[in-house]
């Protein structure tokens, strides 16, 4: 074998690592290409298209996610952080909901486990969750269920504030066809679908549109990761960006078409600057 061939199969052996890797690379474009014109397929079908965009959705900017986030401390579901957002002018608060010895719990759960705040703030009783929603009429709550049957659930809402014009304010997260069935079937509550990260965008609008759900909630991962999440704007069905923090992000998602934000630490104020 002459000098010229060992020095050249030598830089094919160099090379071929790179070779595979830009292989590698133009694979991963390529099926983001695919993933995209398929997105902009689904975009093109014909859907019943919901006529509007739902009102009761399309006015909220912040969602003040588990009750709202104090001392940097976020996820607490404590009854300090309502009166402290309330002031500050926001109007809308989730709650995460636990059943727990067969009794329903405001608390972020982990792992499997309820969230413990050991002390240093008071839990939101269901009680005094559903006292507010009476006493101030112009909030509105959601509920992040961390349990698969909702009709429980729904039955003790709807048993224990009785009023329409505060149950017309109450909004309960689906995350499938099975759980709006689940709550319709004890009231007609409004419902906001979560779109988890591997959720199936075109089955989702048509679940919404099948029920009239007027809002799906994504995460700012799959909305950075995935095509295909300005179906829902695109058909007149809100979008709600979680978890952000900051205007900043705020902003750059809200010039992208997104409705709102839920925020541990947002006031609706910093919002209504933009």
């Known amino acids: 074998m002459g000098f010229s061939s060992v020095v050249y199969r030598g830089i094919r052996l160099l090379c071929r690592p790179f070779v595979k890797l830009d292989n590698r690379i133009q694979c991963k474009i390529a099926q983001k290409e695919k993933a995209k014109e398929k997105a902009e397929a689904d975009w093109g079908q014909a859907f019943p298209n919901a006529n509007a965009r739902d009102a009761f959705f399309a006015r909220i900017g912040v969602i003040t996610h ?8 976020a996820y607490l579901n404590c009854e300090e952080a309502f009166p402290y957002y309330y002031e500050k ?3 809308v608060f989730e709650y995460d909901v636990d059943e727990k010895n067969g ?3 405001l608390a972020h759960v982990e792992n499997g486990e309820t969230m413990d705040l ?3 703030f008071s839990p939101m009783s269901i009680e005094k969750c559903l006292d507010n929603l009476k006493t101030y009429p112009d909030i509105t709550v959601i509920f992040d269920c961390k349990f698969s049957n909702l009709t429980d ?3 003790l809402i709807k048993e224990y504030v009785v009023d329409e014009t505060a149950l017309d304010r109450v909004v309960i997260q689906v995350f499938n066809e099975e759980n709006v069935l689940q709550v319709r079937s004890v009231y007609d509550f409004k419902t906001l679908h979560v779109c988890m990260l591997a959720t199936d965008y075109v089955q989702t609008l048509q679940t919404c549109i099948k029920y009239h759900i007027g809002a799906v909630s994504i995460s700012t991962k799959a909305l950075q990761e995935r095509f ?4 829902f704007e695109k058909n007149n069905i809100c979008t709600f960006a979680y978890t952000v923090n900051t205007v900043k992000t705020y902003r750059y998602w809200k010039e992208r078409g997104i409705t709102g934000i839920f925020s541990d630490f947002l006031y609706d104020s910093d919002l209504r600057k933009e």
Do not use: H, M, P, S
Request: charged residues 20%; without cysteine.
């Open 103 to 105: 009794a329903f719990v």
């Open 153 to 155: 659930f729904a039955r």
């Open 89 to 91: 002018g926001n109007r």
């Open 66 to 73: 588990a009750g709202g986030g104090l001392q940097g401390l």
């Open 118 to 120: 050991d002390g240093r």
């Open 228 to 231: 295909g999440w300005e179906i």
